[in-house]
């Protein structure tokens, strides 16, 4: 069996790793789709140490196989996957902060993960990992349950409250995904901050109720919309560091800022400029399992649109070059995946 894995700054391979074979308390699941993320893509351009485990983490497939003592999930099941709940035992657990616990976290990215993530025909992973997934939910939404459980997560922690102005800043998936969480949360008018014009189309069509370029054009819109106070809240989906300060300067004094999108490098702020509105300003990361189920449920039920997304789907063959292309911006697709089983 091929494994797409990035080893290093610019260096992709199809690495050849044996069939897996489900060990206690492992499912074997057969991946259907799964999704390049901004993190597979920034691995590859900055070489971060990243786990093969990893390397592919937004998919849907189909139980294969499980190994002994596995009862959450059974063969042919749709599933996909995140990090376990807490194992009761370590530190953090003990703290009462399962949603920290460093075993669980282990077996996500640490000693105990996965050989391979899903860019690969099949992988084995912790079945207490996997989350069940709708039967009628299709391939391609499948392959979004992931980032969309990122974006519910981070407006669920967030300070939201419904009748808000939101703003979402920065369109690729995080942030179309955050937006349309932020409609279902209540968010009483959602303003797209982006300054492709083909995202900001696509942040319409996604629910958005409006959308603008960053700058003069935000601050007209903010202006109009709400008397010159300013938004109440922002989520700073944009993956880049240079937007956390432009988020605490779009909200109104006392607003907050809830950042979401995985940034690289350093960020400057304004110290002042945060003081003085009192801003909030949270952070979110992954998301639970029970959040993956919901994400599942809103989309069978139409009220998330996922599939939306979804540009194109690639083979395995495909792939290295294809990463290479989202590195280098020759492509502006939101989100591409691949079907390990094709080509
Ligand atoms: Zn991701
Ligand atoms: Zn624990």
Redesign the pocket.
């Known amino acids: 069996m091929r494994a797409g894995v990035i080893r290093g700054k610019g260096t992709f391979e199809l690495a050849e790793m044996p069939d897996p074979v489900p060990e206690a308390g492992e499912a074997v699941v057969e991946i259907h789709r799964c999704g390049i993320?901004?993190?597979d893509v920034h691995a590859y351009v900055e070489g971060w140490n990243y786990a093969p485990g990893i390397c592919g983490?937004?998919w849907i497939g189909t139980v294969a196989a499980v190994g002994a003592g596995v009862t959450l999930v059974s063969e042919g099941d749709r599933v996909a996957a995140g990090v376990a709940p807490g194992c009761g035992t370590c530190e953090e657990c003990r703290a009462d902060l399962p949603e920290y616990c460093r075993v669980a976290q282990s077996f996500y990215a640490g000693k105990r993960a996965p050989k391979n993530g899903g860019f690969a025909r099949a992988m084995s992973l912790a079945a207490n990992r996997l989350c069940k997934l709708p039967a009628n939910l299709g391939d391609d939404a499948g392959a979004v349950v992931?980032?969309a459980s990122?974006a519910l997560h981070g407006v669920r922690r967030s300070h939201l409250r419904v009748g808000d102005v939101a703003t979402v800043v920065g369109c690729g998936p995080i942030g179309l995904l955050t937006l349309q969480c932020a409609r279902i949360a209540g968010a009483g008018h959602v303003v797209a901050v982006e300054p492709d014009a083909g995202r900001r189309a696509r942040a319409l069509a996604l629910g958005a109720d409006a959308a603008v370029a960053p700058g003069d054009e935000l601050r007209a819109h903010l202006e109009q919309v709400t008397g010159g106070l300013r938004a109440d809240i922002a989520f700073d989906c944009a993956g880049v560091p240079q937007t956390l300060q432009q988020s605490v300067d779009m909200v109104r004094r006392g607003g907050s800022v809830m950042m979401i999108g995985v940034a690289g490098g350093e960020a400057t702020m304004v110290p002042m400029r945060w003081l003085a509105k009192e801003v909030t300003v949270q952070t979110s990361m992954v998301f639970t399992l029970d959040e993956m189920a919901i994400i599942g449920d809103l989309a069978v039920s139409g009220r998330i649109n996922l599939e939306g997304l979804v540009d194109g789907t690639i083979t395995l063959d495909e792939l290295g070059s294809t990463i290479d292309d989202l590195a280098n911006r020759r492509t502006d697709a939101v989100k591409l995946l691949v079907d390990p089983r094709a080509g």
């Open positions: 993320c901004g993190s983490h937004e992931e980032p990122v």
